[in-house]
């Protein structure tokens, strides 16, 4: 493991696109093997997630600028864990 999992972020987000699930971290790790992290713990929580439904994205904004992290939509608030924190707006690097 390329980092401490406890030190991962779970959040959603309701965009205008629908319902985003966030996991990141505040590191500037961007090695596959982080990548790799995320999704299996992520796949912990959405059982059925494909790697073909998941974003890489680099983030933007105090205190996310120059991190990275995965997204991917989620059909219902009610498919969200209670281990995830709604957050009112994602900032992405363009």
Do not use: W
């Amino acid at each position: 493991m390329p980092f401490d999992p406890s030190k991962i972020i779970r959040e959603f987000c309701v965009t205008t696109g629908g319902l985003r699930v966030v996991l990141r971290t505040i590191t500037y790790i961007n090695t596959f093997d982080f990548f790799l992290a995320l999704f299996e713990d992520a796949k912990r929580f959405f059982p059925n997630l494909q790697p073909e439904n998941v974003e890489i994205v680099y983030y933007d904004g105090e205190p996310h600028a120059r991190t990275f992290g995965i997204e991917f939509k989620a059909d219902s608030p009610g498919d969200i864990p209670a281990e995830f924190n709604q957050i009112s707006e994602l900032k992405l690097v363009k």
